[in-house]
């Protein structure tokens, strides 16, 4: 197949998506695309990657933070500032996707990522969830915490990456209707659920 194609990931915290999006990357032999967006977008753009890590989709304050305490603590001026510089920062990131996927067949993972390429010919949009369960034990393996600690990040984490996708997408963040497709990697394992995905894409894609 010689036209390009993309793959959008959209995860849960400790899901596996991540992982996933990097097997399926291996095995179809695509570009892959996660954190590495912020050093490109701050490479090209010529900003450092503070600016652009402090509006990333786990920001806390902002247009999707708590907008009472941020008025409180810094005025309507320092907000519109503010909120001028996340929208600025979300352009040349999302320029920055337009441009990889015009280059190159490629996974991108987060950063409303289906959205912005919502009108590519050749797109599959994915979400991937997990129970609850495994998703803490996988924190709790990576970050080295208690399970307690591990609980109230997925539950904090979770919320800002909804709240940045809600406001950028005008969508339901985690909601079959906003995805092609939404998959429990609880149920089939990730390398497993992988495999799944790819067998769903190359069917839709026609590859």
Known sequence: ???KYVINIGRQLGSGGRIVGENLAKTMGIAFYDKELIRI???ESGLG???FEKADEKTKFGFFGNL????S???SEGYMDNYLQNETLFKIQSDVIRELAEKYSCIFVGRC???ILRDHPLTVNIFICADMKDRIERIIEYEKISPAKARDMVDRIDK???NYYNYYTGKEWGAAS????CINTSMLGIDETAVYVRSFVEKILKI
């Not at 906003?178 to 497709?181: E, G, K, T, V």
Request: a negative charge; aromatic letters at 24%; glycine letters at 4%.
């Open 68 to 71: 009472f305490d941020w008025f």
């Open 41 to 43: 977008a701050a490479q």
């Open 73 to 75: 603590s810094h005025g």
């Open 178 to 181: 906003s995805y092609h497709l």
């Open 160 to 162: 800002q990456r909804a």
């Open 49 to 51: 990657k503070e600016f």
């Open 113 to 115: 990522a289906d959205y």
């Open 1 to 3: 197949m010689n036209e």
